[in-house]
């Protein structure tokens, strides 16, 4: 490897000189704060709201990182993973000109994303049984190429790729590598973010919406070098991290025993559910999963889909996607909400036998 982070930075943002907050300028302990324009006289509907948040989001950081077992410097968050994944194509892409390699099936944002930021895809379709083309993906990387996206668990085939289908592509890729591990807590295999000090171009996407339960409140996070954690913390919004969610973050982290509780319960639930759901016959196949959904195969997914909005139950049709012909993606619900959907895959068999 042959990784320069400054060859592959944009150059408008290598030396950009970030906004200063009224709170960096002075960040004593002062008690009359006339600095930052905000209202003294307190909040309208809420108490207490009046003072912009911590624009570096310190305790919430350092209670992370006691958590991962990771120093704060390498942790950026984000307004979600989604805000961490806009950032790495500003700080890495250069519009009209750099690209970022995919492999698809996966998640929509990466492109949406690449788009939005006029950056190309270029795409390295998984092979059967969702597996990476590592040869393929390799020789798909050219000079303008800046970041490649793994998803692992990858959404929406649920599975996690083997550590060879992986580091082959940090050895030898001088760019990025995005590791997006939002399901990573549902799953068997250990994080990438052990491999962080040996990898100085791996980037690793974790978040507070599924596992933690916490969607609503929109907290990613990136884990990277600190020199990459900065370059994304240079450009993000100052306050990109509302202070209600810093706080509920931090409630969160206070309450692992809940967080391993449902952890537990999900992982029960989807093993019940993906035993009903091989006991019906007119579906062919429940893929493994790693996540906290199920990818099934059916004979007739847009007849299911259409039967199942009927009865009040929407999953996602994921039939035209690559590789998963006849594919619908079951979030698992509540042991009620699963009991639920299985008696209506139910009658929908009786219905048409
Ligand atoms: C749900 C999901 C995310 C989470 O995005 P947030 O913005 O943190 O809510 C990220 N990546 C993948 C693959 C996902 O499925």
Redesign the pocket.
């Known amino acids: 490897m042959n990784f320069e982070l400054d060859k592959i930075i944009r150059p408008n943002i290598r030396n950009i000189k970030p906004y200063s907050s009224a709170r960096d300028e002075y960040t004593g302990a002062a008690s009359v704060l006339l600095d930052a324009n905000e209202n003294s006289f307190g909040s309208v509907g809420s108490g207490n709201k009046n003072r912009y948040p911590d624009p570096h989001q310190n305790i919430l950081k350092q209670k992370i990182g006691e958590f991962k077992n990771i120093a704060p410097d390498n942790i950026f968050l984000?307004?979600?993973?989604?805000?961490?994944?806009d950032l790495i194509f500003r700080a890495f892409c250069v519009p009209g000109k750099d690209k970022a390699i995919i492999m698809p099936p996966?998640?929509g944002?990466y492109k949406v994303s690449a788009d939005i930021n006029d950056v190309g895809i270029v795409e390295s379709p998984l092979v059967e049984g969702f597996k990476t083309d590592l040869q393929a993906t390799l020789s798909l990387i050219g000079k303008n190429t800046k970041l490649i996206f793994i998803?692992s668990p990858?959404?929406p085939s649920a599975n996690c790729f083997k550590e060879n289908e992986i580091m082959p592509i940090l050895e030898n890729f001088n760019g990025i590598v995005v590791v997006?591990e939002?399901?990573i807590d549902f799953a068997d295999s250990p994080s990438w973010i052990t491999q962080l000090e040996k990898y100085p171009n791996l980037v690793v996407?974790q978040?507070?919406?599924?596992a933690w339960g916490l969607?609503n409140i929109?907290?990613?996070m990136a884990f990277a070098s600190k020199e990459i954690c900065k370059i994304l913390d240079n450009i993000k919004p100052p306050y990109n991290i509302n202070g209600h969610t810093q706080e509920v973050g931090l409630k969160a982290l206070q309450n692992t025993d809940d967080y391993n509780k449902m952890l537990r319960d999900i992982l029960k639930e989807r093993n019940i559910l993906e035993t009903e759901l091989n006991k019906l016959d007119f579906v062919q196949k429940v893929f493994p999963s790693d996540a906290n959904f199920v990818l099934a195969k059916f004979n007739e997914p847009k007849r299911v889909y259409n039967f199942l909005v009927g009865e009040n139950i929407i999953v996602r049709d994921r039939s035209t996607q690559h590789l998963c012909e006849g594919c619908l993606r079951i979030t698992v619900g509540t042991k009620e909400e699963n009991a639920v959907l299985v008696s209506a895959l139910k009658k929908f068999n009786e219905l048409n036998n």
Not at 78 to 85: R, T
Not at 207 to 210: D, H, I, L
């Open positions: 984000g307004n979600g993973s989604d805000e961490a994944i996966t998640y944002m998803c990858n959404n997006d939002a399901y996407l978040t507070f919406s599924k969607a929109r907290l990613g």
